[in-house]
């Protein structure tokens, strides 16, 4: 009975302990998750806030002071000179670049995946040149380019700046589209070749299907780091200046309005992106 009477207490001080421990994580995390998204957020959204924002001095550059609500800018949107050309460049530069390296990755994520090493001779170099193509610097891989297409004469532009891209969003596209892969079912595809489907059509009518939620993923991600890229296409560009570039020289004399601007509609259009891949993910 005495030792009864002494584990009751205690009993009751570990609950209530757990009861503290389990309160404290249901508010810690929550609001831990809400400030890192604060956090990551904020910036984006001074951008947004200060592209409606006036300007009363003579010089169409940013002000960090608000001086009143207008939509002027957006509706001078292409009046400063070779920003709309920069910015339609970086967007032709990022969608032919994510289509080359989303086929090139998505091949090559299924050829990791379905080959063994006996098979797929130099497996392990390929996979230690995706790591380290994630690892290496950009002023690293931006210098090499550089020196590579300057040894053999390559004239700098858009074919370098398209080359430059795939080579660093090859990696990313592979890593994402070999993670759905792994978990990838073979009895289906087996199952497409007992009823009389060739290599091909297996892939389009199944394979694909199944792995489009990765390879949108990947996508993405090719399309993002290639239109955010500047380190890599500085060294590349030569006198193709895509919309990164074109800021950073903008704001050594200030930055206009309008960057904001574009800089919001591209925010917009990643969002729209990201939730379409998102639909497309679960109804798959």
């Known amino acids: ?9 205690g009993a009751r001080a570990s609950a209530k302990a757990r009861r503290v421990r389990s309160r404290l994580g249901r508010f810690a995390l929550p609001t831990y998750s809400w ?12 951008m947004i806030v200060y592209s409606f924002n006036k300007v009363t001095t003579g010089l169409q550059n940013v002000s960090f002071s608000w001086n009143g609500f207008t939509t002027l800018w957006y509706q001078q949107w292409s009046n400063i000179p070779g920003l709309t050309s920069a910015f339609w460049l ?3 530069l990022a969608v032919v670049s994510t289509l ?8 090559l994520a299924v050829a990791l ?35 590579l297409f300057v040894t053999y004469n390559v004239a700098r532009g858009f074919l370098t700046l398209v080359l430059a891209h795939v080579m660093f969003s090859i990696a990313y596209v592979t890593v994402t ?12 595809e087996e199952a497409a070749y007992d009823l009389g489907a060739n290599a091909f059509t297996t892939f389009r009518l199944v394979t694909f299907p ?22 890599t296409s500085n060294f590349v560009a030569g006198s193709s200046v ?43």
Do not use: C, H
């Open 242 to 284: 895509p919309f990164p570039v074109w800021v950073y020289g903008a704001t050594r004399v200030g930055t206009p309005p309008q960057v904001f601007v574009f800089g919001t509609a591209i925010f917009a259009v990643g969002i729209g992106m990201a939730v379409m891949s998102i639909i497309l993910g679960r109804k798959k």
């Open 90 to 92: 970086s967007v032709r």
């Open 210 to 231: 199944l792995i489009l939620p990765g390879v949108l993923a990947g996508a993405l991600m090719a399309f993002a780091l290639s239109i955010d890229d500047f380190v």
């Open 100 to 107: 080359i390296a989303t086929a090139l990755g998505t091949l």
């Open 113 to 147: 995946v379905r080959y063994s090493r006996k098979k797929f001779r130099g497996k392990g170099a390929v996979e230690q040149v995706l790591f380290l193509n994630i690892a290496a610097p950009e002023i690293v891989m931006g210098a090499s380019l550089l020196a």
């Open 1 to 9: 009975m005495t030792t009864e009477l002494r584990e009751v207490p």
């Open 177 to 188: 589209v070999r993670a759905r892969l792994a978990g990838f079912e073979r009895a289906l």
């Open 35 to 46: 400030l890192v998204i604060a956090y990551l957020v904020f910036p984006i959204a001074v």
